[in-house]
């Protein structure tokens, strides 16, 4: 099943560790790989913060959306890092009073022509998701030629690079996952800009 394809709910998020008094929570919109991925985000951002220049001090724990671990038949999803002198936990957990939710908004207010082409290729509608989830922001070129200026040769279309069964053209170096950039032109000859989830 596709991202596309699940349905959103909301989450109930907690962080709490050994060096933490209490559990702060605060309630999150997403698919559960949405939330796997918001998981793993906030994972990261705080091994960032926490080993600074001595990286000695991260010991183990989530590495990737895959060492997620799921609890209660899909109702709660479970992370963690252990540092040298403390760990962190990290759940979501199904709100019980759930309600219909929403795209992330940034996907959103997109224009509904681009919507409509990137929806026709669910794995670059899955990238750009799980991109947004990570806290990654959509930048924009102006054409293909300035971002070829910008990225030399790997940002040049050349013929092959459309693929008419979704309407769009993909840049060469996304198509070939040879880019840690998500690089598509739009309807409008505007090429959108994105970091892949790591």
């Known amino acids: ?15 709490g560790g050994s ?12 698919t559960k790989t949405m939330i796997k991925y918001h998981l793993l985000s906030l994972v990261n951002e705080d091994r960032e913060e926490q080993t600074g220049s001595n990286p000695d001090y991260w010991e183990y724990g989530t590495e990737s959306v895959d060492d997620i671990e799921e609890k209660y038949n899909g109702k709660a999803y479970y992370a ?27 996907y959103r207010e997109l224009p509904q022509s ?17 991109s947004l989830i990570m806290g990654n922001n959509i930048e924009f070129y102006d ?14 279309r050349e013929d092959d690079d459309t693929d008419e069964s979704f309407g769009l053209f993909l840049i060469q170096a996304y198509k070939d996952g040879q880019s840690r950039e998500i690089l598509a032109e739009m309807p409008d000859g505007k090429v959108l800009s994105l970091s892949l989830a790591s």
Not at 1 to 7: P, T
Not at 83 to 99: G, K, Q, R, V, W
Not at 114 to 130: Q, R, T, V
């Open 19 to 30: 060096d933490q008094d209490g559990v702060s929570t605060y309630r999150v919109i997403g």
């Open 114 to 130: 681009y919507k409509d082409c990137i929806e026709k290729n669910d794995s670059l509608y899955e990238d750009i998701i799980k």
């Open 80 to 106: 963690y890092g252990c540092y040298s002198d403390h760990h962190i936990d990290y759940e979501a957990t199904l709100d019980s009073d759930n309600y219909p939710g929403v795209l992330d908004i940034r």
């Open 143 to 156: 054409s293909v030629s300035a971002f070829g200026e910008d990225r030399s040769d790997n940002g040049c």
């Open 1 to 15: 099943m596709s991202i596309k394809d699940e349905k959103e709910e909301v989450w109930i998020v907690g962080v």
